[in-house]
């Protein structure tokens, strides 16, 4: 008896070892010694080129599953079976990210896309991909810049991710439990692969452009909702229109604007990119009332670009959404829904352009770019890290590395955020709660968008990492009483690195605007 308590001693011994081992194999630097720290200062005005591409990053799932009831609406489990064009198939399921672990996709409604923007003033090549994803972790963007090949002459590529909550998990916290990770390797390989050919392709195309910029700062506050205090917005939209100096072709343009796109809601099984996809339909396309068109599109290769989405802006199912045409009404979500939104942001957006504020074709581009090092406090991240399920390693002890940018293009400004940030550290309006854990005032002061240069601010959400919602410290409320009178704490907390994010995210970003401003 004692040999066999000995025996299992050893095995339990053996097998915490092993454990111990394998999450800190899961918690190494993958890229140590990594470091993105650029600063460009232009001069002299150029000539600006600009390139655009979009290259599908869609993954391949069945058309639907089946169950002995033939339910297309069924969710599946482990030994079922889909159709495909012989009737037989096997589960190997592609996890919807956003809302709820085991939600396998049942099909694709629309592609995801891997979009790419370049400009170009002669000396300095910038390459802005916005990719259809949940999120894309900053191990997986150095991969990806790893990989671009040098011809493409790139100086600093950023990748950010739209948001939406209907694609395929790029994170690994949406598999099939809160405990397993929900990317398949093969499928990242893939989307690896599509953002580097979208930036070639992009690079390729390149041409003798001029920019027209317009914004409408207005037009879609009906279109999303705060669903957390204080009611801070990042309404505004945002356009830039590439056009060929040569032709007057339209080369491509962005749409930017702060709001989760999750207006399909936690119901959907189909992969899609949610409202963005109508977006950028119509504004190249058109946008039609059934088979009438009521506004002609523009062509080229349409970007949408999140912003401040932090708070919680979204289009949630209280949030009622009128088609712009017929007049009828949506609240549940649908891809009814999400094409009236859709429909209502490009025709804000096409309008808009025909008015631009400004219109440039000689600037020059100042960049900035600096590598942060965040503490993890948030212990679920930590387990998660630790367990392999969020597939990132550290940089030191519960430490991550991320990244902040911010560059200048004639009279545009960008500030990219590494997450989900509260549109008042971007726009003003952190309140300092009396129920508030941490009893200080507000620390994120001035506004991001305060101290950004140019009549066109545009903040870009979700670049070169998703590290959660970016919560301003004097709003931080996990202890009892809560704020606002609420019985229970807002949602928020739980999904942030931590107290200490915001305030350090804001130095730096006041430090790098003060120094790209020349201050």
Partial sequence: MKKVVKIIGMVL???????IVWMLTNLKDRHPGYSADLKVTGTSPGGLKAGFAAV???????????????????KPKDGDTFIDGNGNGKFDPVWIAGFSNSKPANG??????????????????LAVVIIDAIGFMHDDVVDVRKMIPAEAGITYTLIASTHTHESADLLGLWGKSPLKRGINPDYMTFVKKQIVKSVVEASESLRP??????????????LVKDTRKPEVFDSGLRMIKAVDKENDQVLGTVVAWGNHPETLWSRNLLISSDFPHFVRDGVENGVYNGETLMKSGVGGVCVYMNGALGGLMCTHPSLAVKDPFTGEEFKEGSFEKAAAEGKQLSMLALNAMEQPGAVIDLANISLLVRTISLPIDNNLFKLATA??????GTSGWMKMRSELSAFCIGPMSFVSIPGE???????????????????VQAVEVPPIREMMAGDFKFIIGLANDEIGYIIPKSQWDVKAPFAYGREKAQYGEGNSLGKETAPLLHRHIQEMLNELNGN
């Fill in 387 to 392: 367990l392999g399920v969020m597939d990132r």
């Fill in 108 to 125: 694709v409604h629309d592609d995801t896309w891997a979009r790419t923007m370049i400009i170009d003033d002669g000396t300095t090549r």
């Fill in 421 to 439: 940030i509260y549109p008042e550290i971007v726009n003003g309006g952190v309140d300092a709660l009396p129920e508030g854990d941490l009893g």
């Fill in 209 to 222: 452009a001029r920019l027209e910029i317009s914004q409408d700062l207005t037009g879609a506050i009906p």
């Fill in 56 to 74: 599908p990053i869609t993954p391949e799932v069945p058309d639907r599953w089946v169950d002995k009831n033939d339910d297309a609406k069924y």
């Fill in 13 to 19: 011994a053996v097998s915490l070892v092993g454990l």
